[in-house]
């Protein structure tokens, strides 16, 4: 079985600001790792995925993030926020084998990026 | 190159009737999944199909069914429409197991 916590259902953080979007994951075989993004009325863009390579994962529009085993963590980080950053964050994880496929959500987290 | 498409955009039905959503798959991708998403709510794993088989099916009543065609594109159905399965259905492809990548969704409003 496996679920995935995101702790913050909004956060805001400052137009160029440091913005950390947390996500605990728990999973009984070796996970894969995703986060997506949501705008408004659209479906979702995959951001950036761990599947057992390097730890820390880089993605799009400047975002990363890092596998963390021993806290079964991976938080979503980005240096300086834009404007643009506005919208809903879901962190999903899967199993890393054939028949493991299905994507298991969290319950989001809504950013808003304050002028 | 395309992304995942679906079809239609919007739907609105009433209880009791019956929907078919439609799904395109990215080119070269042999697997498509569904999902719900109801409003604030993270999407919930409807089905998965592969190569023309049933691979998963998530927690939903057998009111839902899906197939998929030798395309590779997909259809979902619901039957005996209840105001609940209003929502967001979204579509996923997938090239083995490294990322699933959505399309836009069919928001369907069910009277």
């Known amino acids: 079985a496996q679920s995935v916590t995101q702790l913050g259902s909004h956060v805001s953080v400052s137009e160029g600001a440091l913005v950390l979007l947390r996500c605990n994951y728990s999973s009984s075989v070796p996970p894969y790792l995703f986060w997506y993004v949501q705008y408004p009325n659209q479906g979702l863009q995959l951001l950036l995925k761990?599947?057992?390579?390097?730890?820390l994962v880089k993605g799009i529009n400047g975002f990363e993030a890092e596998f963390k085993k021993s806290e079964t963590s991976f938080h979503l980080t980005k240096h300086s926020a834009h404007m643009s950053d506005a919208a809903e964050y879901f962190c999903a994880v899967s199993g890393a084998n054939f028949g493991n496929e299905k994507l298991t959500f969290g319950t989001g987290t809504r950013l808003t990026i304050i002028p | 190159d395309a992304g995942v498409t679906q079809s239609p955009t919007h739907l609105i039905k009433t209880r009791g009737q019956h929907v078919t959503l439609r799904c395109s798959p990215i080119?070269?991708?042999?697997?498509v999944s569904w999902y719900q998403q109801v409003l604030g709510q993270g999407p919930q794993f409807i089905f998965q199909y592969y190569e023309k088989e049933e691979r998963g099916r998530g927690n939903f009543p057998d009111r839902f069914s899906a197939r998929q065609f030798p395309n590779y594109s997909s259809e979902l159905n619901v039957n005996a429409l209840l105001l609940g399965d209003s929502a967001l259905y979204l579509c996923?492809?997938?090239?083995?197991?490294?990322?699933?990548?959505f399309g836009p969704g069919t928001r369907l409003t069910v009277l």
């Open positions: 761990y599947t057992s390579a390097a730890t």
């Open positions: 996923a492809s997938s090239f083995g197991l490294e990322a699933q990548y």
């Open positions: 080119s070269g991708h042999k697997s």
